[in-house]
């Protein structure tokens, strides 16, 4: 069984930064793409960014140039580094991750949610 863990949220206000982590445990072999994704009051989860096992990244274009993903998979763990917040960024994100638990097994797994709330 493989575990997603997001921790890393909290209360800030406009301008401000937090840096999100998701560590996977479990049985792993190896972990494929990742992603961080949220879901505001109301609306659809939407894709926040996005990186590849080559670490290939892509960024929703509301989040370009604040965002970074970056991902350590020594310690399989992956991170979301959030500046310049603004209220419309409030939301909880979850992460995504494909996960190979073996040569010939693999899922997609996600994780509980943390939420990011920013003030005006």
């Known amino acids: 069984q493989v575990h997603l863990v997001e921790s890393g949220g909290g209360l800030v206000h406009t301008g401000g930064s937090l840096r999100l982590s998701c560590s996977a445990s479990?049985?792993?072999?190896?972990?494929?793409?990742m992603g961080w994704y949220r879901q505001a009051p109301g609306k659809q989860r939407e894709s926040v960014a996005t990186i590849s096992g080559s670490s290939h990244t892509n960024y929703a274009d509301s989040v370009k140039g604040r965002f970074t993903i970056s991902r350590d998979n020594e310690k399989n763990t992956m991170y979301l580094q959030m500046n310049s917040l603004k209220p419309e960024d409030t939301a909880v994100y979850y992460c995504?991750?494909?996960?190979?638990?073996?040569?010939?097994?693999?899922?997609?797994?996600w994780g509980q949610g943390t939420q990011v709330t920013v003030s005006s």
């Open positions: 995504n991750a494909d996960i190979s638990s073996s040569e010939f097994s693999r899922g997609d797994y």
């Open positions: 479990g049985k792993i072999f190896w972990i494929n793409d």
